[in-house]
Protein backbone atom coordinates (compact mmCIF):
# COMPACT_ATOMS: atom_id res chain seq x y z
CA UNK A 1 0.00 0.00 0.00
CA UNK A 2 1.51 3.68 -0.94
CA UNK A 3 1.96 6.27 1.38
CA UNK A 4 -0.40 8.45 0.13
CA UNK A 5 -3.36 5.76 0.40
CA UNK A 6 -2.08 4.88 4.07
CA UNK A 7 -2.29 8.75 5.02
CA UNK A 8 -5.51 8.17 3.48
CA UNK A 9 -7.14 5.73 5.50
CA UNK A 10 -5.73 6.83 8.96
CA UNK A 11 -7.46 10.26 7.97
CA UNK A 12 -10.73 8.44 6.81
CA UNK A 13 -10.97 6.32 10.13
CA UNK A 14 -10.39 9.54 12.48
CA UNK A 15 -13.22 11.56 10.64
CA UNK A 16 -15.43 8.48 10.80
CA UNK A 17 -14.86 8.76 14.26
CA UNK A 18 -15.01 12.00 14.76
CA UNK A 19 -18.55 12.53 12.37
CA UNK A 20 -20.37 9.16 13.72
CA UNK A 21 -23.42 7.25 11.61
CA UNK A 22 -24.26 9.25 8.43
CA UNK A 23 -27.61 8.98 6.87
CA UNK A 24 -26.91 8.77 2.99
CA UNK A 25 -23.16 8.73 2.04
CA UNK A 26 -22.35 9.08 -1.74
CA UNK A 27 -18.13 8.19 -2.33
CA UNK A 28 -17.38 9.78 -5.88
CA UNK A 29 -14.73 8.27 -8.05
CA UNK A 30 -14.15 4.59 -7.00
CA UNK A 31 -11.25 3.95 -10.14
CA UNK A 32 -8.65 1.92 -8.32
CA UNK A 33 -10.75 1.48 -5.17
CA UNK A 34 -10.47 -2.73 -4.34
CA UNK A 35 -13.54 -3.41 -3.82
CA UNK A 36 -15.32 -0.39 -5.30
CA UNK A 37 -16.23 2.45 -2.40
CA UNK A 38 -12.95 1.29 -0.71
CA UNK A 39 -14.01 4.18 2.44
CA UNK A 40 -17.39 2.06 3.04
CA UNK A 41 -15.43 0.01 5.64
CA UNK A 42 -14.88 3.42 7.84
CA UNK A 43 -18.46 5.31 7.98
CA UNK A 44 -21.44 3.63 9.02
CA UNK A 45 -24.56 4.89 7.38
CA UNK A 46 -28.28 3.57 6.48
CA UNK A 47 -27.14 3.86 2.45
CA UNK A 48 -23.38 4.06 1.47
CA UNK A 49 -24.10 4.56 -2.67
CA UNK A 50 -20.74 4.77 -5.45
CA UNK A 51 -20.47 7.15 -7.97
CA UNK A 52 -18.11 7.73 -11.05
CA UNK A 53 -17.96 9.13 -14.48
CA UNK A 54 -17.18 5.70 -15.83
CA UNK A 55 -19.91 3.03 -16.39
CA UNK A 56 -17.51 0.01 -16.89
CA UNK A 57 -16.71 0.28 -12.87
CA UNK A 58 -20.33 -0.47 -12.21
CA UNK A 59 -20.81 2.20 -9.41
CA UNK A 60 -24.24 2.91 -8.54
CA UNK A 61 -24.58 6.09 -10.53
CA UNK A 62 -22.76 7.05 -13.04
CA UNK A 63 -22.18 10.93 -12.79
CA UNK A 64 -19.64 13.49 -14.12
CA UNK A 65 -19.00 16.41 -10.89
CA UNK A 66 -18.29 18.94 -13.21
CA UNK A 67 -21.82 18.50 -14.94
CA UNK A 68 -24.05 18.95 -12.42
CA UNK A 69 -26.51 22.09 -11.02
CA UNK A 70 -25.45 23.55 -7.64
CA UNK A 71 -28.81 23.00 -5.89
CA UNK A 72 -29.55 24.08 -1.90
CA UNK A 73 -31.63 21.04 -2.07
CA UNK A 74 -28.61 18.10 -2.36
CA UNK A 75 -29.30 13.97 -1.08
CA UNK A 76 -26.59 13.47 0.60
CA UNK A 77 -25.55 13.57 4.44
CA UNK A 78 -21.92 13.01 3.63
CA UNK A 79 -20.09 13.38 0.94
CA UNK A 80 -16.38 10.97 -0.31
CA UNK A 81 -14.46 12.48 -3.06
CA UNK A 82 -11.25 10.66 -2.64
CA UNK A 83 -8.52 10.69 -5.10
CA UNK A 84 -10.51 12.31 -7.47
CA UNK A 85 -9.71 15.91 -8.38
CA UNK A 86 -6.32 15.47 -9.44
CA UNK A 87 -7.96 14.00 -12.30
CA UNK A 88 -10.52 16.95 -12.84
CA UNK A 89 -10.11 19.53 -15.34
CA UNK A 90 -12.35 21.91 -14.33
CA UNK A 91 -11.83 21.87 -11.02
CA UNK A 92 -14.57 24.88 -10.06
CA UNK A 93 -17.24 23.24 -11.56
CA UNK A 94 -16.61 19.68 -9.65
CA UNK A 95 -16.48 21.54 -6.03
CA UNK A 96 -19.58 23.45 -7.30
CA UNK A 97 -20.90 19.46 -7.87
CA UNK A 98 -19.81 18.39 -4.72
CA UNK A 99 -21.73 21.32 -3.16
CA UNK A 100 -24.98 20.44 -4.78
CA UNK A 101 -24.84 16.95 -3.95
CA UNK A 102 -24.40 17.72 -0.36
CA UNK A 103 -27.41 18.42 1.98
CA UNK A 104 -27.85 21.68 3.96
CA UNK A 105 -25.72 20.67 7.47
CA UNK A 106 -24.05 17.81 5.23
CA UNK A 107 -20.38 17.14 5.34
CA UNK A 108 -18.07 16.78 2.14
CA UNK A 109 -14.81 15.24 2.71
CA UNK A 110 -11.86 15.88 -0.29
CA UNK A 111 -8.48 14.71 -0.81
CA UNK A 112 -5.81 14.92 -3.40
CA UNK A 113 -2.33 13.43 -3.70
CA UNK A 114 0.70 15.55 -3.26
CA UNK A 115 3.78 13.75 -3.33
CA UNK A 116 2.73 10.70 -5.33
CA UNK A 117 4.20 10.49 -8.81
CA UNK A 118 1.51 10.87 -11.73
CA UNK A 119 -0.48 8.08 -12.34
CA UNK A 120 -2.53 8.70 -15.47
CA UNK A 121 -2.01 4.78 -16.60
CA UNK A 122 -3.27 3.80 -13.51
CA UNK A 123 -6.82 4.23 -14.70
CA UNK A 124 -8.74 7.36 -13.53
CA UNK A 125 -7.97 9.45 -16.63
CA UNK A 126 -5.61 11.96 -17.22
CA UNK A 127 -3.68 13.21 -13.95
CA UNK A 128 -3.67 17.17 -13.97
CA UNK A 129 -3.05 18.62 -10.79
CA UNK A 130 -1.38 18.51 -6.64
CA UNK A 131 -3.55 20.32 -4.89
CA UNK A 132 -1.77 22.74 -1.51
CA UNK A 133 -4.55 23.10 1.47
CA UNK A 134 -4.85 26.40 0.84
CA UNK A 135 -5.80 26.04 -2.78
CA UNK A 136 -8.34 23.03 -1.40
CA UNK A 137 -9.34 25.78 1.06
CA UNK A 138 -10.19 28.03 -1.09
CA UNK A 139 -11.93 26.46 -4.58
CA UNK A 140 -14.45 24.40 -1.52
CA UNK A 141 -15.28 27.86 -0.06
CA UNK A 142 -15.86 29.59 -3.65
CA UNK A 143 -18.38 26.46 -4.37
CA UNK A 144 -20.28 27.49 -1.70
CA UNK A 145 -19.09 25.48 1.24
CA UNK A 146 -19.01 27.43 5.02
CA UNK A 147 -16.51 25.81 7.14
CA UNK A 148 -13.28 24.28 5.66
CA UNK A 149 -10.91 22.55 7.70
CA UNK A 150 -7.55 21.18 5.71
CA UNK A 151 -5.19 18.37 6.47
CA UNK A 152 -2.12 17.40 5.28
CA UNK A 153 -0.43 14.21 5.78
CA UNK A 154 2.60 13.80 8.30
CA UNK A 155 4.96 12.68 5.42
CA UNK A 156 3.54 14.78 2.65
CA UNK A 157 2.18 12.31 0.29
CA UNK A 158 -1.30 13.60 0.88
CA UNK A 159 -3.90 16.81 1.15
CA UNK A 160 -7.34 17.03 2.44
CA UNK A 161 -10.07 18.94 3.48
CA UNK A 162 -13.09 18.34 5.30
CA UNK A 163 -16.25 21.13 4.35
CA UNK A 164 -19.76 21.92 5.91
CA UNK A 165 -23.06 22.78 3.42
CA UNK A 166 -24.31 25.78 5.60
CA UNK A 167 -27.02 27.77 5.02
CA UNK A 168 -26.21 30.69 3.69
CA UNK A 169 -24.34 30.73 0.04
Known amino acids: MSPCRRAVRRRMFQLAAELGPQRRVLEIGIAGDDPPGANREFFIAETYKTADVDPALAPDYVLDITALPATNVGTWDLVICSQVLEHVWDLEAA ?15 VDVPMDYPPHDEQGGGP ?16 AGFGRVEC ?8 NGAVAWKELAR
Open 95 to 109: ARGLWGLTVLGGVCI
Open 127 to 142: DYWRIMPTGLKRLLHR
Open 151 to 158: WAADDMSA
